[in-house]
């Protein structure tokens, strides 16, 4: 289960890089990156950034989720912060559920890796 901190840390990075390409669409269709709105994207793409540390922590992926949706609520302020939101949560939902299989099915003794090989 080590490996799936190392995939959560790559979906919060590919995350933040996606929140920081909306700084065009808040530039042309928001008030301007000089705004609240350009300082909430940035804020936000710095807490997913700093999130990747923290993933390995028992609290880590709650602080992920928590962070998802922020990004939903900010539908209210950006429209298209609210649309990564929904989208990467859904990442986030088969990324978790993934995690939940694996678990489960190693607890059952069911993976490929811990078969036996008799001849």
């Not at 996606?18 to 300082?39: E, I, K, R, Y």
């Amino acid at each position: 289960m080590k490996s799936f901190a190392g995939v959560a840390a790559a979906t919060l990075l590919l995350e933040a890089i996606v929140v920081l390409l909306s700084m065009p669409v808040v530039a042309n269709l928001g008030s301007g990156l000089a705004t609240w709105q350009g300082v909430l994207v940035g804020v936000l793409a710095l807490a997913l950034l700093v999130n990747c540390a923290f993933v390995r922590k028992p609290w880590g992926l709650w602080l992920a989720a928590g962070l998802q949706a922020v990004l939903v609520v900010c539908w209210v302020a950006l429209p298209a912060l609210g649309v990564l939101g929904l989208v990467f949560g859904l990442v986030w939902a088969i990324l978790l559920w993934m995690r939940w299989d694996v678990a489960k099915r190693m607890a059952e003794g069911r993976l490929p890796s811990q078969r036996s090989t008799e001849d």
